[in-house]
């Protein structure tokens, strides 16, 4: 029997520390084992993605390898009683597309722990218009709010707002009523972020102009973070009393410098999230928060869909921070 081949992006090392990204046919037979075989509808692209198809050994260990944190699609093949050929789903694993092959080829081959039958009401289309950061966004939504930062408490900053994970943070606090200031490098794209219900646009060098002071005004409630250095210092030094600060990200920096003011004078409390180990309960939750009250009402807006072909040009642009929203692939086309 002939052996089955698929076309993936594959992201080989030519010569120590050059590495080149090539779409290439793989085989199915070559994928790792695993209890279940999806044929990838859509995947997405995240910052990670990007780390791990640009050679980046914290991300992705071993080359060649196919990057791709996010998958959704249909079900192939099954070992397991309650996942069954023709399921919907979507795959989150905390090594899918990192140190096994990801979503970027149009198949994968994963353990049934990581795969989840979409709700009924989210599309795999939709469910990739989300995909990793959005999922990362409701988290850090759940964090503020498990941790008492209410509407009424005042507002709520988001940077790295234009970014995946910024947002659709700044999306779906809006739709649940909350007040949000959004810090953007990119002044073109302050109505982009309006649009989706920030009231209040911070370039990112008036944010920073007085970072270097060991305190500053307290003006918010909640902070969503994706970018950490200098700008989470200085979002944390601005949180005002009892404030909540979340962070995910280190695309500005993974280095944070700040005093000890804001927490034992302002009592204010600094939050991290690992999205990929998120409680199984809780991922459930907020899947389900996704696809029903905190589902967006224009997600249009918030994509730009491609083809397998168009990842290599997308790859350079989310490193350089080029790109506005959320990058759906589209593997079928
Ligand atoms: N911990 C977790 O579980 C988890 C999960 C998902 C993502 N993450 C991390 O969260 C971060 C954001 O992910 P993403 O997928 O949203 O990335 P993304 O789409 O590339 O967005 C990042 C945004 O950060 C801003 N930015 C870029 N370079 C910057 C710089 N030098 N200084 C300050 N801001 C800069 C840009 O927005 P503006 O131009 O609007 O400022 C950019 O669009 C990444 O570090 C990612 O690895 C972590």
Known sequence: MPTKTFKALVVEETAPGTFIRSIRERSIVDLP????????????????????????????????????????????????????????????????????PGGFGLYIRVPASWVYKLPENLSLKDSMVYGSAGFTSAFLVYKLITHGVTPDKGKILVTGATGGVGCIAIAILAKIGYNVVAVSGKTHGKQFLFDLGAQEFLHRETFLIDVDKPILKGTW??????????????????????GVVTCCGNV????????????????????????PHCPEDIRLKLWHKLANEWRLDHLERIYSEICLEELDSAIDRILKGQIIGRVVVNLIA
């Open 33 to 100: 084992d695993g209890d279940v075989l999806i044929r990838v509808h859509y995947s997405s692209l995240n910052y990670k993605d990007a780390l791990s198809a640009s050679g980046h050994r914290g991300v992705t260990r071993n080359y060649p390898h196919t990057p791709g944190i996010d998958a959704a699609g249909v079900v192939e093949e099954s070992s397991i009683e309650y996942i069954t050929p023709g399921d919907h789903v979507v795959v989150n694993g905390v090594n899918l597309g990192t140190n096994i």
């Open 221 to 242: 409630a909640g902070v969503v973070d994706t970018v950490g250095g200098d700008i989470l210092s200085a979002a944390i030094k601005s949180t005002k009393y009892d």
């Open 252 to 275: 500005a920096s993974s280095e944070l410098h700040t005093t000890i003011y804001p927490f034992i004078l302002r009592g204010v409390s600094l939050l991290g999230v690992d999205a």
